[in-house]
């Protein structure tokens, strides 16, 4: 239990393994681009006391390990980082000046619970690569 947090009346270690697909799965994700994406969701997740413990980005989808706080729902906490991931990434990475109807993600997310397996886990996350091979 060395590994658990608390807050003023819990005890908890609630981890998730989320993966978001971008919008019709068109390859997006590369190069520098790959790069700020990773820098705004590492940035959101600081933001809402989201612990970020692994992240890997594909051409077409990203896969996070996250710590997310009882305070704060699944669905809450995914539709924070799409939606404002989504904003950001248009703003800064591919400089688009009007903001209405654009979308980066699809609608719509993987999730499941990563329960006392964290190390299966991350070693998927991390060797994301070799397994499409």
């Given at each position: 239990?060395?590994?658990?947090?608390?807050?003023?009346?819990?005890?908890?270690?609630?981890k998730?393994?989320?993966?978001?697909?971008s919008?019709y799965r068109?390859r997006?994700?590369?190069?520098?681009i790959?790069?700020?994406?990773?820098g705004?969701?590492r940035?959101?997740?600081?933001?809402?006391?989201?612990?970020l413990?692994?992240g890997?980005a594909?051409?077409?989808?990203?896969?996070?390990?996250?710590s997310?706080?009882?305070k704060?729902?699944v669905?809450?906490?995914a539709?924070?980082?799409?939606g404002?991931?989504?904003i950001?990434?248009?703003?800064?990475?591919?400089?688009?000046?009007?903001?209405?109807?654009l979308?980066?993600w699809?609608?719509?997310?993987?999730?499941?619970t990563v329960g006392l397996?964290?190390?299966?886990?991350?070693?998927?996350?991390?060797?994301?690569?070799k397994q499409?091979?």
């Amino acid at each position: 239990m060395k590994d658990w947090k608390s807050i003023s009346h819990v005890m908890w270690d609630c981890k998730y393994h989320l993966v978001f697909v971008s919008k019709y799965r068109h390859r997006k994700i590369y190069g520098e681009i790959r790069k700020k994406i990773g820098g705004i969701i590492r940035d959101l997740c600081r933001q809402k006391g989201i612990e970020l413990h692994e992240g890997h980005a594909k051409s077409d989808h990203i896969h996070l390990l996250v710590s997310i706080p009882p305070k704060y729902s699944v669905s809450n906490t995914a539709g924070f980082i799409k939606g404002k991931s989504a904003i950001r990434i248009h703003r800064e990475v591919l400089n688009v000046k009007r903001m209405t109807g654009l979308s980066f993600w699809s609608t719509g997310y993987c999730v499941s619970t990563v329960g006392l397996d964290e190390e299966t886990i991350r070693k998927y996350i991390i060797e994301q690569d070799k397994q499409d091979e």
